[in-house]
């Protein structure tokens, strides 16, 4: 069994940076792709940043240029890095693994953050 546990959320102001971190633990014989997602109560869950193995990254558009996401693989570890954050960047985000030979999806319990204006 594969846990995530995040950290790193918390309160900002508009314009303000805060970095996510996901550490994952547990029988990984292969943890393949990593990535962030975020919830609000109005919209679904939504990508908003992931990054493969090797270190490719996809980014959402409302996210490009302002998050990055990093990876330490000897740590089994990624984290969000947002800056000049927006009000609309509220929401809870959520870390997402993909281990093993069928990519099983595993996910974090989220962790909240909020923007204020």
Known sequence: QVQLVE???GLEQTGGSLRLSCAASGI???LNAMGWYRQTPAKQRELVATITS???TT???SVKGRFTISRDNAKNTV???MNSLKPEDTGVYF???KV???QNDYWGQGTQVTVSS
Do not use: E, K, P
């Open 7 to 9: 950290s790193g959320g």
């Open 28 to 30: 990984i014989f292969r």
């Open 54 to 56: 090797g270190g490719t």
């Open 59 to 61: 980014y959402a558009d």
């Open 79 to 81: 984290y969000l890095q």
């Open 95 to 97: 870390c997402n693994a």
């Open 100 to 102: 093993g030979r069928w």
